[in-house]
Protein backbone atom coordinates (compact mmCIF):
# COMPACT_ATOMS: atom_id res chain seq x y z
CA UNK A 1 0.00 0.00 0.00
CA UNK A 2 2.42 2.51 0.98
CA UNK A 3 4.53 1.72 -1.91
CA UNK A 4 1.93 2.79 -4.29
CA UNK A 5 1.80 6.49 -2.69
CA UNK A 6 5.06 7.56 -4.58
CA UNK A 7 4.27 5.45 -7.76
CA UNK A 8 3.81 7.67 -11.06
CA UNK A 9 1.60 5.07 -12.67
CA UNK A 10 -1.56 5.79 -10.29
CA UNK A 11 -4.22 7.37 -11.73
CA UNK A 12 -4.47 10.68 -9.33
CA UNK A 13 -0.50 10.78 -9.75
CA UNK A 14 -0.12 10.16 -13.13
CA UNK A 15 1.77 12.64 -15.73
CA UNK A 16 -1.23 13.31 -17.62
CA UNK A 17 -3.24 14.29 -14.29
CA UNK A 18 -0.29 16.66 -13.90
CA UNK A 19 0.22 18.57 -17.17
CA UNK A 20 -3.72 19.04 -16.87
CA UNK A 21 -2.98 20.97 -13.85
CA UNK A 22 0.12 22.83 -16.00
CA UNK A 23 -2.01 23.74 -18.83
CA UNK A 24 -4.24 25.31 -16.41
CA UNK A 25 -1.52 27.53 -15.25
CA UNK A 26 -0.29 28.59 -18.25
CA UNK A 27 -3.73 29.20 -19.02
CA UNK A 28 -4.28 31.60 -16.22
CA UNK A 29 -1.59 33.71 -16.89
CA UNK A 30 2.05 31.87 -15.41
CA UNK A 31 4.72 32.25 -17.68
CA UNK A 32 8.25 31.25 -16.14
CA UNK A 33 9.27 27.83 -17.23
CA UNK A 34 10.96 26.57 -14.26
CA UNK A 35 7.95 27.69 -12.15
CA UNK A 36 6.15 25.40 -14.64
CA UNK A 37 8.82 22.48 -14.45
CA UNK A 38 8.60 22.62 -11.04
CA UNK A 39 4.57 22.44 -10.29
CA UNK A 40 5.04 19.78 -12.46
CA UNK A 41 7.89 17.53 -10.66
CA UNK A 42 6.86 18.46 -6.87
CA UNK A 43 4.54 15.42 -6.11
CA UNK A 44 1.94 17.49 -4.51
CA UNK A 45 -0.18 14.01 -3.23
CA UNK A 46 3.15 13.60 -0.75
CA UNK A 47 1.98 17.09 1.14
CA UNK A 48 -1.67 15.93 1.75
CA UNK A 49 -3.59 13.01 3.97
CA UNK A 50 -3.86 10.35 1.93
CA UNK A 51 -7.62 10.77 1.72
CA UNK A 52 -6.70 13.84 -0.17
CA UNK A 53 -4.26 12.60 -2.50
CA UNK A 54 -6.67 12.20 -5.21
CA UNK A 55 -7.21 15.58 -5.30
CA UNK A 56 -3.73 16.98 -5.01
CA UNK A 57 -3.98 17.88 -8.75
CA UNK A 58 -6.61 19.94 -8.70
CA UNK A 59 -5.94 23.75 -8.66
CA UNK A 60 -7.28 24.24 -4.89
CA UNK A 61 -6.35 24.96 -1.24
CA UNK A 62 -6.96 21.61 0.67
CA UNK A 63 -6.71 21.46 4.17
CA UNK A 64 -3.57 19.92 5.94
CA UNK A 65 -5.01 20.01 9.91
CA UNK A 66 -4.20 22.36 12.43
CA UNK A 67 -7.10 24.63 10.67
CA UNK A 68 -4.57 25.16 8.00
CA UNK A 69 -4.68 24.96 4.27
CA UNK A 70 -1.96 24.00 1.49
CA UNK A 71 -1.87 27.14 -1.12
CA UNK A 72 -3.32 26.24 -4.20
CA UNK A 73 -1.17 25.47 -7.06
CA UNK A 74 -1.75 28.76 -9.01
CA UNK A 75 -0.52 30.97 -6.54
CA UNK A 76 2.24 29.33 -5.42
CA UNK A 77 3.22 29.53 -9.05
CA UNK A 78 2.21 33.23 -8.92
CA UNK A 79 3.99 33.72 -5.96
CA UNK A 80 7.10 32.30 -6.61
CA UNK A 81 6.90 33.43 -10.44
CA UNK A 82 6.42 37.23 -8.87
CA UNK A 83 9.30 36.52 -6.54
CA UNK A 84 12.25 35.53 -9.07
CA UNK A 85 11.39 37.75 -11.75
CA UNK A 86 14.61 39.42 -12.09
CA UNK A 87 16.02 38.16 -8.87
CA UNK A 88 19.36 38.35 -8.42
CA UNK A 89 20.77 36.91 -5.21
CA UNK A 90 20.85 33.86 -3.33
CA UNK A 91 18.52 34.21 0.10
CA UNK A 92 14.95 33.76 0.38
CA UNK A 93 12.63 34.16 3.87
CA UNK A 94 9.85 32.51 3.85
CA UNK A 95 7.13 32.44 6.47
CA UNK A 96 4.42 30.26 6.98
CA UNK A 97 5.88 26.99 5.68
CA UNK A 98 2.78 24.38 6.83
CA UNK A 99 3.18 21.92 4.34
CA UNK A 100 6.23 22.73 2.91
CA UNK A 101 4.59 22.32 -0.67
CA UNK A 102 6.17 26.13 -1.75
CA UNK A 103 9.03 25.24 0.30
CA UNK A 104 9.69 22.81 -2.16
CA UNK A 105 8.53 24.54 -5.55
CA UNK A 106 10.91 27.74 -4.51
CA UNK A 107 14.22 25.42 -3.44
CA UNK A 108 15.45 24.41 -6.43
CA UNK A 109 15.16 27.50 -7.80
CA UNK A 110 17.31 29.60 -5.42
CA UNK A 111 20.37 28.52 -3.25
CA UNK A 112 19.17 29.10 -0.10
CA UNK A 113 15.86 28.80 1.44
CA UNK A 114 15.07 30.15 5.39
CA UNK A 115 11.56 29.32 6.51
CA UNK A 116 9.68 30.41 9.69
CA UNK A 117 6.08 28.50 11.06
CA UNK A 118 4.29 28.91 14.49
CA UNK A 119 3.19 25.37 14.64
CA UNK A 120 6.06 22.87 15.75
CA UNK A 121 4.39 19.77 14.83
CA UNK A 122 3.70 20.77 11.17
CA UNK A 123 7.26 22.01 10.97
CA UNK A 124 8.20 18.14 12.36
CA UNK A 125 6.33 16.62 9.70
CA UNK A 126 7.87 19.32 6.91
CA UNK A 127 10.77 18.38 7.82
CA UNK A 128 10.55 14.97 7.26
CA UNK A 129 9.27 15.11 3.97
CA UNK A 130 11.46 17.73 2.79
CA UNK A 131 14.55 15.69 3.35
CA UNK A 132 12.40 12.58 1.73
CA UNK A 133 12.48 14.15 -1.11
CA UNK A 134 16.25 15.12 -1.54
CA UNK A 135 15.43 18.91 -0.49
CA UNK A 136 18.46 19.92 1.42
CA UNK A 137 19.03 23.38 1.19
CA UNK A 138 16.15 24.96 3.41
CA UNK A 139 16.66 25.80 6.94
CA UNK A 140 13.47 25.56 9.35
CA UNK A 141 12.52 27.50 12.22
CA UNK A 142 9.76 27.27 14.95
CA UNK A 143 8.82 30.74 15.85
CA UNK A 144 6.63 34.01 14.90
CA UNK A 145 6.96 35.47 11.47
CA UNK A 146 6.30 38.91 12.32
CA UNK A 147 9.49 38.79 13.56
CA UNK A 148 11.24 37.88 10.29
CA UNK A 149 14.43 35.84 10.95
CA UNK A 150 16.91 38.46 11.83
CA UNK A 151 20.21 35.75 12.61
CA UNK A 152 20.55 35.12 8.41
CA UNK A 153 19.33 38.52 6.73
CA UNK A 154 19.14 40.70 4.86
CA UNK A 155 17.06 38.62 2.67
CA UNK A 156 17.28 38.82 -1.37
CA UNK A 157 13.76 37.75 -1.22
CA UNK A 158 10.81 37.13 1.13
CA UNK A 159 7.61 34.98 0.30
CA UNK A 160 4.66 35.16 3.10
CA UNK A 161 2.15 32.26 2.79
CA UNK A 162 -0.54 33.86 5.04
CA UNK A 163 -2.73 37.56 5.62
CA UNK A 164 -1.44 40.22 7.68
CA UNK A 165 -3.61 43.58 8.46
CA UNK A 166 -0.13 45.39 7.35
CA UNK A 167 3.04 44.26 6.30
CA UNK A 168 5.31 44.05 9.11
CA UNK A 169 8.01 46.13 9.78
CA UNK A 170 10.69 43.98 10.82
CA UNK A 171 10.26 41.98 7.10
CA UNK A 172 10.47 45.53 5.61
CA UNK A 173 13.53 45.75 7.60
CA UNK A 174 14.93 42.60 6.84
CA UNK A 175 14.72 42.85 2.88
CA UNK A 176 17.83 43.68 1.02
CA UNK A 177 18.33 46.21 -1.33
CA UNK A 178 16.91 45.55 -4.58
CA UNK A 179 14.83 42.61 -2.70
CA UNK A 180 11.41 42.05 -3.11
CA UNK A 181 8.75 40.93 -0.53
CA UNK A 182 5.21 39.02 -1.68
CA UNK A 183 2.84 39.51 1.07
CA UNK A 184 -1.25 39.13 1.13
CA UNK A 185 -2.70 42.10 3.00
CA UNK A 186 -5.72 42.54 4.43
CA UNK A 187 -8.67 41.42 6.04
CA UNK A 188 -10.38 37.60 5.24
CA UNK A 189 -11.76 38.08 1.76
CA UNK A 190 -10.90 40.95 1.17
CA UNK A 191 -7.03 40.44 0.63
CA UNK A 192 -4.60 41.80 -1.84
CA UNK A 193 -1.15 40.14 -2.60
CA UNK A 194 1.16 43.06 -2.71
CA UNK A 195 4.74 42.89 -4.08
CA UNK A 196 6.90 45.37 -2.46
CA UNK A 197 10.84 46.06 -3.78
CA UNK A 198 13.41 47.94 -1.65
CA UNK A 199 14.82 50.67 -3.56
CA UNK A 200 17.40 52.88 -2.41
CA UNK A 201 15.46 55.08 -0.33
CA UNK A 202 12.01 53.99 -0.73
CA UNK A 203 9.93 50.55 -1.19
CA UNK A 204 8.28 50.76 -4.27
CA UNK A 205 4.28 48.53 -3.97
CA UNK A 206 2.42 47.20 -6.75
CA UNK A 207 -0.68 44.78 -6.61
CA UNK A 208 -0.97 41.61 -7.91
CA UNK A 209 -4.79 41.39 -7.53
CA UNK A 210 -7.14 39.44 -4.75
CA UNK A 211 -5.81 36.47 -3.49
CA UNK A 212 -7.62 34.39 0.10
CA UNK A 213 -5.20 33.24 2.95
CA UNK A 214 -5.35 32.27 6.58
CA UNK A 215 -4.60 34.81 9.01
CA UNK A 216 -0.81 35.48 9.80
CA UNK A 217 -0.96 35.11 13.36
CA UNK A 218 -0.23 37.52 16.12
CA UNK A 219 1.10 35.74 18.98
CA UNK A 220 0.44 38.32 21.23
CA UNK A 221 -3.52 37.91 20.41
N1 LIG B 1 3.23 27.52 2.42
C1 LIG B 1 2.16 26.57 2.59
C2 LIG B 1 0.87 27.22 3.01
C3 LIG B 1 0.83 27.37 4.45
S1 LIG B 1 -0.68 28.05 5.09
C4 LIG B 1 1.95 25.79 1.30
O1 LIG B 1 2.83 25.74 0.49
O2 LIG B 1 0.91 25.19 1.11
C5 LIG B 1 0.00 29.30 6.11
C6 LIG B 1 0.92 28.86 7.24
O3 LIG B 1 1.28 30.02 7.95
C7 LIG B 1 0.26 27.92 8.25
O4 LIG B 1 1.01 26.74 8.37
C8 LIG B 1 0.29 28.73 9.55
O5 LIG B 1 0.50 27.94 10.70
C9 LIG B 1 1.45 29.68 9.30
N2 LIG B 1 1.41 30.90 10.12
C10 LIG B 1 0.34 31.66 10.46
N3 LIG B 1 0.72 32.69 11.22
C11 LIG B 1 2.08 32.59 11.37
C12 LIG B 1 3.05 33.36 12.05
N4 LIG B 1 2.74 34.47 12.75
N5 LIG B 1 4.34 32.97 11.98
C13 LIG B 1 4.70 31.86 11.29
N6 LIG B 1 3.83 31.09 10.62
C14 LIG B 1 2.53 31.45 10.66
Not at 10 to 31: F, K, N, P, Q, Y
Amino acid sequence: MTAERGNQGIGMTSARTRDRLVRRLMEHGIRSQDVLTQIRNVPRHLFVDEALASRAYEDTALPIGHGQTISQPYIVARMTEALLDGFEGEKVLEIGTGCGYQTAVLAPLVKKIYSVERIPELLRKTRQRLRDLGIYNVQFRPGDGWQGWNKYGPYDGIIVAAAAPEIPEKLLEQLAPGGRLIIPIGPPRAQDLVQVTRRDDHYEQVSLGPVSFVPLVKESS
